[in-house]
């Protein structure tokens, strides 16, 4: 069983269930930059920001993660309301940081447990919805690929959001080979 299912969960107040009984096809986990301080308790009130918000700021994600938390706010099943154009095929995750975070900003003490935090969630989607640990490109995603995106790339594909996170230095190179060491530990039965 991938743990997904097992995280610490504070739920978020807008979403769309997905039909009982039915289950929801993923083909892309979409990384957003929180824009929030790196704290050890960003996951938590980002999480709480969600199960909060009004009518006029529905948002929400499937999980909220830090350097020492990883919080789920939607069920991985339920439609998490976050990248307009992935919603309804995408599982969303909120990373603790800035967009304009430079890569060794990154990667400094904080970004790298938060970074091995976020890879490990990105390999037990990728594990649970059999997805390749890939960064699409923007013309991969518009035909319809299979893997990871930010939400910069959901926004340049489908035009219905303006938002440019995780930003530019964020290392996807690194969070990648994070996430292959991962998935290949669960896939071999050495679950981290």
């Known amino acids: ?72 706010c939607v069920s991985d099943n339920d439609v998490a309301y976050a990248a307009p154009g992935c919603n309804n095929d995408g599982i969303q995750i909120e990373l603790a940081g800035y967009i304009n975070q430079t890569r060794e900003q990154w990667l400094d003490d904080y970004g790298r447990a938060l970074l091995a935090n976020g890879a490990n969630v990105i390999a037990q989607y990728a594990l649970k919805y059999s997805l390749p640990l890939v960064h699409l490109t923007n013309a991969e995603l518009r035909e319809g690929g299979r893997g990871i995106v930010g939400h910069s790339q959901v926004s340049e594909v489908y035009r219905k959001s303006t938002h440019t996170d995780p930003g530019p230095g964020f290392p996807w190179d690194t969070v990648l080979e994070m996430a292959q060491d991962y998935y290949d530990e669960r896939k071999n039965g050495h679950p981290t």
């Open 1 to 72: 069983m991938i743990e997904t299912d097992r995280w610490t969960r504070i739920q978020a107040r807008w979403y769309t269930p997905f039909p009982t009984g039915q289950r929801r096809a993923v083909r892309v986990i979409v990384v957003h930059a929180m824009e929030y301080t790196e704290r050890v308790d960003a996951a938590e009130i980002i999480a709480r920001d969600f199960a909060s918000r009004s009518a006029d700021a529905k948002a929400s994600a499937h999980v909220c993660i830090d350097n020492n938390s990883i919080i789920q």
